[in-house]
């Protein structure tokens, strides 16, 4: 969770250039949507531990990257606000994430 929202920090400041009105203004508008996508890859990790073979727990892995990367492609807004822009910073986040999840996950297969 902290990746992603260091991420999203990172990433509205470069946006923004520095202008720290419209940076709080990005933390207060995008702060839940980034806590449920957070939330959200958290259960589909914890789904995935529920499969029985390791290749299908690596693929339910892959869904929230894949599902961040069309919305990050879509251009897609919802009252005026980019929800792309949550694709965009979601895609590192949950890519390493779910990298050091399934490194775990290997390491508890030996």
């Known amino acids: 969770m902290g990746l992603l929202f260091s991420g999203f920090v990172i990433y509205v400041i470069d946006l923004e250039n ?7 203004l990005y933390v207060v508008v995008f702060a839940l ?4 996508l957070g939330i959200l890859n958290t259960v589909v990790l914890e789904f995935a531990k529920a499969r029985k073979t390791v290749m299908r727990r690596r693929l339910w892995s892959l869904i929230p990257i894949l599902l961040m990367a069309l919305l ?3 251009k897609m807004t919802i009252f005026d606000a980019g929800i792309w822009f949550l694709g965009i910073v979601a895609i590192p986040a949950f890519s390493i994430t ?3 999840w399934n490194l775990k996950l290997k390491k508890e297969i030996k």
């Open 18 to 24: 520095g202008d720290k009105g419209v940076i709080g």
């Open 98 to 100: 779910n990298l050091l």
């Open 72 to 74: 990050a492609v879509s």
């Open 33 to 36: 949507p980034i806590l449920t």
